[in-house]
């Protein structure tokens, strides 16, 4: 249904996503490894949404986020978070992301935070 | 109204230091207590400065004088006596708001003693008598004022009091039912205050009236400042959001549970929308007890898991309680002793790991958590090098004892198994009984996805499907078809599923061979036979189960082969006996006679059955369960085995063996 962007630092975390989102019909367009090549990415592939891993070294989740936001005022970015976050994710918030999922990903979570997203 | 007048009154004038107990104390020294102290009202039980509960005197005098009272509660310890949940304060209470709060408490309570706080410790308690004196004298004037007014409206718009009364009703009773719900209803506008409408559980669960007062500062003291901060600017959020999608983002990052005085609750979120604009309305749930109860339902599965995986790995869970017992601490000490500290922290972690696995594989969830424990510590050690030298390992060893370690899991399983469990025998016995206990504990606790296989597991040690015990005879009757060059059809094995105890029926069973050896032999006849005779060509046997009520069950083994043949039988019964004997044995007497020892048919002992000791044996095991066996044949028919036998376990087993005996010894005599 949707062209979605990951953005993670952990190999395992994409895989797993990646297999969620596919198995809800949704198309991966791509996936990044950090934040600089998210951001580039972004700027390539134009995709209808971005997850976007909070914890990420060199540059972070919420660095990234702002930076796709002044790129793109009405894109959509959900970040994904551990548990206890909370500062973080007002910070994320108010930067622009539109959701949050906590790991460890439920599935049924996952699909309904896009989903939710992708219809407002 | 005038509320100037008492805004600097709050309940610290009215506070006493009440007398208070410990929680060991029992019901004989509040009783010795009240009777020294006449004018004392009531106790409270204080533990350190934490109230707990409130004892009042008319109560535990009410208590004494009933039935049996004295036995009952002089010894009883105060935590069963008090009364846990009284009205509790903070002493920044105003007069005014502890009236209605202590006017609103049920009927048996109303007149208790009020207990106080001074920042959550336990600061004395106010009686509800002095303070009623006290506020009476205070409101004489206001009251004939109110008097008056009163009497004015009255006169002046009855009608209109009258449906006024009917609303007041109405609210008061969805209070009523709100405040009896047991969860406190609250409600705030976006800034935050709470509003007078709110459900009196409320003041039970923040201990103090919550109107007016600001949400998040109130449940801010009982969260983490990263936490509170959160909730406050989700809040603010939340107010300004005006899309779904983001009021619904904000409202989960609320808390959805927290700890208010040491009780549990649970906290639901709802947008409300009325004429004063956008509201927030809270949903408070103590679940205290429901997660104590939770936690220990889950705590009683883990130990039925644990002693069915016991009870059907018995051998290797002891090998694992003696391999952990020689590790801790003789073996754990060796290693330390034996290389580096380095090194023997690695092996240590290594070896602690796989035990903690394999308990873990065992649900022996507190022996696998004393073992996380034990890898935690040198977990820590192993990060601070400094701190890493035989000594520190010797500590972390010392302090592990395979008792403690194991102690409670063992318990369980000895209190539900038994000592001889533990005990290093190949065998061991479990009683039927325990296991039926085992099995509907399982049904009771567990979903039925879940009990189906530990359930199946517990069965497969007792019971057994009588036709089970049969089917070994599929391939025994081929077998025999084979050697003796009949054709036999496959073993029928059909009727009823009746369960019983393998080993108990087991002999029976073995000694059945005999029965089938003779009907492959001198039953089912040669094929051309059967062909002339109009008969299938394959012969038939079958075994029919069918059970006889509960106490008893009938195996029927039925063949269509020739029949016995009477008179072979006869003439060899004349071989016996008296010829003229023999001639007058009825058809029932001589088929009693195959059952003999030493009879047989045949003229050479065949191999495949003869000297007649076979049936001989099938009898005996038959007696020995209390059974009985009949004979039924047909000439060129078939014959019918019909074996009667009781549902047993083995204790009357035991019984029925002996009786047996003795009737055997008494036989003899005659």
Known sequence: ?120 | MSQAADADETISALVEAVPHVSPEAHGAEVNEFFKVHLSAEGVVVVDGERPLGLIMRNDFFQKLGAPYGRELFLSRSVRLIMNPRPLIVDISVQLGEISMLAMSREQEGLYDMVVVTDNDRYAGAVSIKNFLIELSQKRAREIELLKRQHELLELANKAEVESRRQIETKSASIRNLLDNAGQGFLSFGPELVVSDEHSLECIHMFRGPVGGKNFVDMLGRHMTGDAHETMRQALVKLFAAKAALTRKVFISLLPGKMEVYDRTLTLEFKLIQDDGGVKIMTVLTDVTEKEELQRRMDAERANLRMIVKAVSERTDMLAALEELRGFFPAGAREIIDGAGPAEALAELFRVVHTFKGDFGQRHMVNASARLHEIEEALSRLAANPPLLTQDALHDIVDEADAQEVLGRDVDTMTQALGLAFLENRQTFTVSRHTLRKLENMLAKLLPPGESAEPIALLRSISLHNFKELLEGYRDTLRSLAVSLGKGIAELDVLGDDVMVEKSVYQPFVKSLVHVFRNIADHGIEPMEKRLAAGKPELGRVSCQITADGAERFRVVIRDDGGGIDMDKVRAKAATVIDPSEAACLSQEQLLELLFMDNFSTKECVSLVSGRGVGLAAVRGEIHKLGGRIQVVSHRGMGTEFHFELPLLEEKSLRHKRRSVQECHASSALQ
Do not use: W
């Not at chain 1, 390539?44 to 790129?71: A, N, W, Y």
């Open chain 1, 1 to 120: 249904m949707a062209r979605i962007l990951i953005v993670d630092d952990s190999i395992v975390s994409r895989s797993n996503l990646r297999r969620i989102l596919e198995e809800a019909g949704h198309e991966v367009a791509g996936e990044a490894g950090d934040g600089a090549s998210g951001l580039e990415q972004y700027g390539q592939l134009r995709p209808d949404l971005v997850t976007m891993d909070i914890t990420m070294p060199g540059m972070s989740g919420l660095d990234c986020l702002k930076g796709i936001m002044e790129k793109d005022p009405t894109a959509k970015v959900v970040m994904m978070t551990a548990i206890g976050q909370g500062p973080k994710i007002m910070e994320a918030l108010e930067s622009g992301a539109c959701h949050y999922v906590t790991k460890p990903f439920e599935t049924s979570k996952v699909v309904e935070a896009i989903s939710d997203v992708l219809c407002s």
